[in-house]
């Protein structure tokens, strides 16, 4: 008997998905992801994020 393969055009998990208490804040109207979220991620996307545990920070907090 075959497992159906799922199809590659199937909606995939969002990380957001996942959020957890204390992943965020909202500042404004920007949601502001908290290092706990971003470690748990997993890597840098490079845009920046005020609390990124990845590389130094020349943002203020």
């Not at 290092?35 to 907090?61: F, I, K, M, S, V």
Request: glycine share 6%; aromatic share 14%; proline share 13%.
């Amino acid at each position: 008997m075959n497992t159906p393969q799922p199809s590659p055009n199937a909606p995939q998990p969002s990380p957001l998905d996942e959020l957890q208490p204390g992943d965020f804040y909202y500042e404004g109207e920007y949601l502001v992801f908290t290092a706990q979220y971003l470690l748990r991620r997993g890597y840098c996307c490079n845009n920046g994020c005020r609390h990124c545990p990845y590389r130094e920070n020349d943002y203020e907090d």
